[in-house]
C-alpha cells in the first residue's frame, strides 16, 4: 500500500467529506469504532482493525484483525503498525480528534511514533491538518483562513528555520515546553519550513 487511511470513530460529523477524503488512499483501515463511521459513509473498509469495545461487536461482513482487550498498544497504533508492516509510504489519521482528550494526546504520539519509522503521518479533522516530520526541508503552500504553528514533540527540535511566514526563525531551538511556534500565517504564496534534529509537528488550523 502506498498511502493508507486510518479512520477512528471519534469527531466526523460530515460523512460526504470522509468519503471525498478517503478517495485519495489507496487502502483504508477502520481502527473499532471507526468501522461504523464508515459504514455510515459507504466508504469501503479492506481490513478492521481493534478489539471493538468502543464499537459493542465484532464485524462479521469484512476482513479483521481481531486484538486482545488487555494490550499495550492502541487500536490505532496497533493499525498503524499493520500499515507499517505492509509498506505504506504515508498515512492519514481520521476520527482522532475529539471525545476522549486522552485518546486525542495518544494520537499525537501515534503521528511520532510513524515518523520515526521513516512515514508522513497526519492527524486530520475538516478544520485541522497536523503532521509529525524528522528533519529535512519542507514547503508548504499558503491556505487561505488557516494559522500555520509549529510544535516540537521532542524535548528539542534544533536549527529550525522558518521563511515566508509572518513572524520567521532563523536557527531556533523549539521545545516541548513552551509553544514559540503556536499561531504564525504564511505570508508568501508558500512557507519554507527546515531544521536538524528532533520530530517537528507543523499545524494548520482554521481561523
Not at 488557516?146 to 522558518?162: I, P, Q, R
Request: proline share 2%.
Amino acid at each position: 500500500m502506498e498511502k493508507c487511511l486510518i479512520v477512528g470513530g471519534y469527531g466526523i460529523r460530515n460523512l460526504k467529506w470522509l468519503d471525498s477524503v478517503s478517495r485519495e488512499y489507496d487502502f483504508i483501515i477502520a481502527a473499532d469504532k471507526g468501522y461504523e463511521t464508515l459504514k455510515k459513509s459507504n466508504t469501503r473498509i479492506d481490513i478492521a482493525i481493534g478489539d471493538f469495545d468502543s464499537l459493542g461487536y465484532t464485524p462479521e461482513d469484512v476482513n479483521i484483525l481481531k486484538l486482545n482487550i488487555e494490550k499495550d498498544d492502541t487500536d490505532t497504533i496497533s493499525a498503524v503498525r499493520f500499515a507499517l508492516d505492509n509498506g505504506t509510504k504515508k498515512i492519514a489519521l481520521l476520527g482522532g480528534i475529539g471525545g476522549r482528550l486522552d485518546h486525542t494526546l495518544a494520537n499525537l504520539q501515534t503521528l511520532s511514533f510513524a515518523a520515526s519509522s521513516g512515514v508522513s503521518a497526519s492527524l486530520i479533522d475538516e478544520n485541522n491538518e497536523m503532521t509529525a516530520l524528522l528533519p529535512g526541508s519542507y514547503k508548504f503552500d499558503k491556505r487561505l483562513g488557516y494559522s500555520l504553528s509549529t510544535f516540537a514533540m521532542t524535548d528539542e527540535v534544533t536549527g529550525l528555520c522558518e521563511k515566508g511566514v509572518k513572524y520567521p526563525l532563523d536557527n531556533a531551538v523549539l521545545t516541548n515546553k513552551f509553544p514559540l511556534g503556536v499561531s504564525n500565517e504564511i505570508a508568501d504564496d508558500s512557507a519554507v519550513i527546515s531544521f536538524k534534529s528532533g520530530i517537528l509537528c507543523v499545524c494548520f488550523s482554521k481561523l
